[in-house]
Nanobody, 122 residues
């Protein structure tokens, strides 16, 4: 079992930056792929970025250049840095663990955080 505790998020203005955090239970990073997903109102949950247990990263094409996934193994924390935010980035952001790095579909991830709201005003 992997527990994921999210923090960060909130209301920001277009053009701002924001960093989301996700604290994972012990040794998750050494064993599992970790990822971020987001779900906008009335839409499906979609992939944002993933980082494998070996540190390889994969960012969604539509977001590449504005988002960066990273991790702090010593502190067992996953991060999502988001820059140049736009209103279309408004969504609930979820961290997830245990999925398939090369097949970033939500159904492949068994462990989820509770989500954190990000709202970008224009």
């Amino acid at each position: 079992q992997v527990q994921l505790m999210q923090s960060g998020g909130g209301l920001v203005q277009a053009g701002d930056s924001l960093r989301l955090s996700c604290a994972a239970s012990r040794h998750a990073f050494s064993r599992l792929t970790m990822a971020w997903f987001r779900q906008a109102p009335g839409k499906e949950r979609v992939f944002v970025a993933a980082i494998s247990n070996t540190g390889s990263v994969y960012h969604a094409d539509s977001l590449r250049g504005r988002i960066t996934i990273s991790r702090d193994i010593a502190n067992e924390t996953l991060y999502l840095q988001m820059d140049s935010l736009i209103p279309e980035d408004t969504a609930v952001y979820y961290c997830a663990a245990g999925g398939n790095f090369r097949a970033p579909a939500p159904r492949t991830y068994p462990f989820w955080g509770r989500g954190t709201q990000v709202t970008v005003s224009s």
